[in-house]
């Protein structure tokens, strides 16, 4: 079947704009994971989903971070105002489970001019 | 903040020669999960080891598990150039009722022909 897919896999952002990035996890997966990837980092935990619920969002850098799954599935993060500093990896995950394995999407590259 | 250790930072070694590194953690947790990661692309699972395990093979993969002393390490053997990557551990913390997996920095294998 097919695997965790993101959207777009680069973006270019003039600072102050706002993006959208999207993530469709494998079908039937429960759990949601985005992360941020800096260069030459590790991914750094952003959010969680359950199903529609965001259980976990105390990995968000700020107020102008916000992520959602309203039909719990597809998943959209949502910077607002960006910032140089929001320049990275933004990495989406999905399992059938909480402490399960995680299958990786490719990435949304995203840089801020 | 990152809570695993990846040692050592990179390592380079010949074609047909194990490579191990290692992950310490902070905290007790409930998995430990081993990742790989070419370069610009997303992340790809290799083995999950449960607290209550010591040791676990894949392949040519072989991973340790020592929750006394808070690490794991993940040893490759007969290396090939098509190993060349990023490995990270990822720990899953308990945390307000749910889990968060918290990734550690990484080392960086390079495997010459």
């Known amino acids: 079947g097919a695997g965790v897919s993101q959207s777009p896999r680069y973006k270019v952002a003039k600072r102050g704009q706002d993006v959208a990035l999207r993530c469709d996890p494998i079908?039937?997966?429960?759990?949601l994971f985005w992360y941020q990837q800096a260069l030459g980092q590790g991914p750094e935990f952003l959010t969680y989903?359950?199903?529609?619920?965001?259980?976990?969002k105390s990995g968000l850098p700020s107020d102008r971070f916000f992520a959602e799954r309203p039909e719990g599935s597809v998943s959209t993060l949502k910077i607002q105002r960006t910032q140089q500093e929001d320049s990275a990896v933004y990495l989406c995950?999905?399992?059938?489970?909480?402490?399960?394995?995680?299958?990786f999407g490719p990435g949304t590259r995203l840089l801020v001019l | 903040s990152q809570q695993g250790e990846e040692d050592p930072q990179a390592l380079s070694i010949q074609e047909g020669e194990n490579a191990t590194m290692n992950c310490s953690y902070k905290?007790?947790?409930?998995?430990l999960q081993w990742y790989r990661q070419n370069s610009g692309r997303g992340l790809v699972h290799l083995i999950l080891?449960?607290?209550?395990?010591r040791e676990k093979h894949s392949g040519r993969l072989r991973v340790t598990l020592d929750t006394s002393k808070k690490s794991s390490s993940l040893l490759i053997t007969a290396s090939r150039a098509a190993d060349t990557a990023s490995y990270f551990c990822?720990?899953?913390?308990?945390?307000?009722?749910?889990?968060?997996?918290?990734f550690g920095t990484g080392t960086r294998l390079k495997v010459l022909a």
């Open positions: 995950a999905s399992s059938q489970g909480r402490q399960e394995t995680q299958y």
């Open positions: 079908s039937g997966h429960v759990s």
């Open positions: 989903f359950q199903n529609e619920a965001q259980l976990d």
């Open positions: 905290t007790s947790i409930n998995n």
């Open positions: 080891i449960r607290s209550n395990e």
């Open positions: 990822a720990t899953a913390l308990r945390t307000s009722g749910t889990y968060k997996y918290i």
